[in-house]
């Protein structure tokens, strides 16, 4: 992978959060002028592939949905809006992308402006990971609301750091690591704040954290803080994240940690190089899970080829929707783990909410839809219908589902399907002689998708 261009603008989103969860609108105008100065720049190349993440900001927005779309329009792509654990994983793969040591374990930090992540593996592989909801904006704004800094203070915030990380401090100190790395910018902040002032021992060590916290409480106050190398944007986000990362350093056992120009940005071009490379993550995620919950496989990968043959004679090609419909019938089953009553909606939020490696949470919404739908009535999904692509994929799978409860496998040449706005099964002369519950599952069909405004219409050629 060759870099050719980078450009960057710290709009520091999770300052525009108001005390009401919401973004406000100058942090909105800020970044809508930020994605379409990006959308500018976009514009200057031929590109195959654009991949745009939103991170914990965007999960806990409450206007985040208003505010998407807007996004969206401003950029001319799509955003995902990504896990805290999938956010990790990215950073992590973006680490393991940069450091030469291949069999390395480590352990990697990234202190955000609102959440933090844990990582530890090996290599490339992820052992843990895990999403804290602790950040250098909401640290700063609650331990120096008026801008005082003082020991009492920081004693305070990291008291609270060490609560967050305590629980799951055994099993990354079981885990073990060789080499620690801070991947955010407030690591390098801190870094270099240290570095070029020869506080501590000059590291990213607990020695050096203490003499940078030390310095800040002589400063007194955020707007007098004038230290070699902090840069005066970069102020907040260091006073949040001393806290935070001393906490985290004392809880997991860290004796020093490496600041490295490496993560999120990486992970996430690295995955999507893997993407384009027919290596995706979100199989083996869909494998996991359903290993996770007992998924009979079989009767899964039966229903996804019925569901795929009857979904191309729609006259649909988005290999997206292929995916997605794929991976909706390997999962379709899932709920059977809670309850074979109501399994189909116990299924929709297991997939919804799930941790499924590679996946946003976009994807897992659309994926739960899909399998909330496969069965049962139409009505509990009726809004989703309007989108055409979406209700073919729902109609392939629940017809799929029958066909595989009838065992049809091998006949579907005699099965033709359209959606033009109706509904058209063509079925070959004597098809439903050979298969008779067939006709038993056409009727309910034809009910469920006449409740939901779509007319159905099956008969023997």
Request: aromatic residues 6%; charged residues 25%.
């Amino acid at each position: 992978m060759r870099i050719v261009r980078s450009a960057r603008n710290p709009v520091r989103l999770a300052a525009g959060l108001g005390p009401d969860c919401n973004l406000t609108a100058e942090a909105i105008d800020t970044a809508l002028r930020c994605l379409s100065g990006f959308a500018q720049i976009l514009a200057e190349y031929r590109l195959d592939a654009v991949r745009v993440v939103g991170t914990n900001t965007l999960r806990v927005a409450r206007n985040a949905p208003e505010f998407l779309p807007l996004a969206e329009k401003a950029l001319g792509y799509p955003i995902e809006v990504i896990s805290g654990e999938e956010e990790g994983r990215l950073v992590y793969m973006g680490v393991a992308r940069a450091v030469t040591d291949a069999g390395e374990r480590r352990l990697v930090i990234d202190i955000g402006g609102g959440s933090t992540e844990v990582i530890a593996g090996c290599g490339d592989a992820i052992a843990l990971v895990e999403s804290f909801s602790i950040g250098t904006q909401p640290q700063a704004s609650r331990f120096f609301p008026d801008g005082r800094i003082e020991h009492a203070s920081f004693d305070e915030a990291i008291t609270m750091a060490r609560a967050m990380f305590e629980d799951v401090a055994g099993a990354y100190r079981t885990h073990g690591w060789s080499a620690a790395y801070g991947s955010s910018g407030t690591m390098r902040a801190m870094a270099e704040a240290i570095a070029r002032g020869g506080l501590g021992d000059g590291t990213l060590s607990l020695d050096g954290l203490n003499a940078l916290r030390a310095a800040l409480v002589e400063c007194g106050h955020i707007d007098r803080v004038e230290l070699p190398g902090l840069k005066p944007e970069r102020v907040v986000a260091v006073l949040g994240g001393v806290g935070i990362l001393i906490g985290a350093m004392q809880e997991l056992g860290i004796e020093r940690v490496s600041a490295i120009n490496a993560g999120l940005r990486l992970g996430a071009l690295s995955d999507l190089e893997m993407r384009a490379q027919q290596f995706d993550r979100r199989e083996l995620a869909i494998v996991a899970c359903m290993a996770r919950f007992g998924v009979d496989a079989v009767r899964a990968q039966r229903t996804a080829t019925i569901a795929l043959h009857l979904y191309g004679q729609l006259g649909a090609g988005d290999e997206s929707c292929l995916h997605y419909l794929s991976w909706a019938c390997m999962l379709h089953e899932i709920g059977l783990a809670v309850s074979h009553t109501g399994a189909h909606k116990h299924g929709a939020y297991l997939v919804e909410h799930v941790d499924l490696p590679g996946f946003t949470e976009r994807e897992k919404r659309l994926m739960a839809t899909l399998v909330l739908g496969h069965k049962g009535n139409l009505r509990k999904i009726r809004d989703a219908l309007a989108e055409p692509a979406l209700a073919r994929m729902v109609l392939a799978l629940r017809l799929a589902v029958a066909c595989m409860h009838a065992r049809v496998d091998d006949e579907l040449g005699g099965f033709r399907l359209r959606m033009k706005p109706r509904i058209e099964a063509e079925l070959a002369p004597g098809w439903l002689k050979t298969h008779p519950t067939m006709r038993f599952w056409l009727e309910r069909e034809r009910t469920a998708w006449e409740e939901a405004g779509v007319g159905f219409q099956f008969r023997e050629a």
